[in-house]
Each structure stands twice: as C-alpha cells, then as structure tokens.
C-alpha cells in the first residue's frame, strides 16, 4: 500500500479500500465529465481505469477539464493517465485513444464494473446507453449541465436497474450555455458519487468491510 493509498484507507477502511481498488471503471470520453469523474475515483480509492477518447487537450478545453496548460497538444487519455498516477502512482490505467463506434464499444469494456458516459455528442451518448442498457455492469449517464447557475438542478436519477442519469436533463452545451467548470464539474463528481456510493453499499451489505 503506496503512502496516497494508507492516506485513503483511513477514511475508507483497508479492506474496503481493497475491495474498490479490485474494480474496474470504463469512462467513455475523457473531456469535462470523463475526466474530473475519473480524478474524483482515483481519489476515492478505485484504481484500476479503462478510458478512451480520441481527442487532444486543447486551451479551449483548461476551463472545465482535469488538464494543465502544459498538457495542451498531447492525446486526453495520455494526460488523463498521467494525472490520475500523479494521485495514485499505482494506478493501472488503459487507454484507447479512438473514437467509439458501436463495433468497439462493447470489446473496449469487456471486463469493466462500471461505465461512466462521458460524452459530448448526443447520438455517441445514445449508443453508450443503448450497449450498456441492460444493467449488467452498472452505467451512468449524464445530460444537461450546460451554463451557469441552479447547479441544484443537476440531480441524480436511477433510471432502472443499474443505470442513473445525472444532469437537469435540458440544458445543452452550446452557445448559449457554454460548458463551464461548476456546472460541468457537478454533474462529474455526482456521477462519480453514483459509482462510488453504488459499491460502497455492496461491499458493506455483503460484509467486506
């Protein structure tokens, strides 16, 4: 156990610790959403990532975005990597630097706990929740966050069976409400709250900790 992880363990408990760091997280998208989520898990105990995007830190993106301004031009999984092992050096972090598609989605989080969706394009979203739909790895999504102000409307919902929905569900990222850092970084860190809480509940209910 790394000095960051008996850091953890004293909030969570070692053998809860244990019992996180043995999942497997999936994040879909490491802009806003993806990547503040995946720095509050690593915080939180989990360890162990698989994470994809095709995209470049750009300045555009500092605003929001779990990015440094010397990180601009190099690859979001890559960066994302880095800090994530900046918390936890032992963290085990996949990266897939590509664009998702319904013919890689399913094989890229065989083997994951967990998917957090973490997009930007509503049809990508859509394809994330129809793959994931049936609740067999839990998976939370996310919708509306865009603008500022009434961050109380981002609210967790369980959808169904193993699937939550975070957002006020209206509010769009556009030119009217710009992706900005609370509001973005709200709906991050409710939905890293679902996956955190979701099995903080199953390992005490199944005595783990």
């Known amino acids: 156990m790394n000095l960051a992880e008996r850091g953890m363990a004293e909030h969570l408990g070692p053998e809860r610790l244990a019992r996180l760091q043995a999942l497997t997280v999936g994040v ?22 698989v994470i994809a995007d095709f995209d470049v830190v750009e300045p555009s993106n500092l605003n929001r975005q779990a990015y440094r301004l010397d990180q ?13 092992r900046q918390v936890n050096p032992d963290a085990e972090v996949e ?3 590509l664009r998702l598609a319904p013919e890689n989605l399913r094989d ?16 990508a979203k859509a394809m994330v929740a129809e793959t994931f739909w049936s ?8 919708s509306g966050m865009g603008g500022a102000g009434d961050a109380d409307a981002l609210v967790t919902r369980r959808v169904r069976e193993g699937v939550w929905l975070v957002g006020d569900g209206e509010t769009p990222c556009d030119a009217g409400h ?13 939905q890293a709250d679902v996956v955190l809480s979701h099995f903080l509940n199953r390992i005490d209910n199944e005595g783990g900790a």
């Open 95 to 97: 990266v897939h630097r």
């Open 28 to 49: 879909a998208g490491a802009g806003g959403l993806g990547s503040n989520c995946a720095m509050h898990l690593v915080r939180s105990g989990f360890r162990r990532f």
């Open 135 to 142: 609740g067999e790895v839990l998976l939370v999504l996310a």
């Open 178 to 190: 710009p992706p900005l850092s609370p509001r973005v970084g709200v709906a991050a860190a409710k």
């Open 108 to 123: 890229l989080f065989a083997g994951c706990d967990a998917v957090v969706e973490a997009l930007d394009d509503p049809a």
């Open 72 to 84: 601009v031009g190099l690859p979001k999984v890559d960066a994302l990597a880095a800090n994530l």
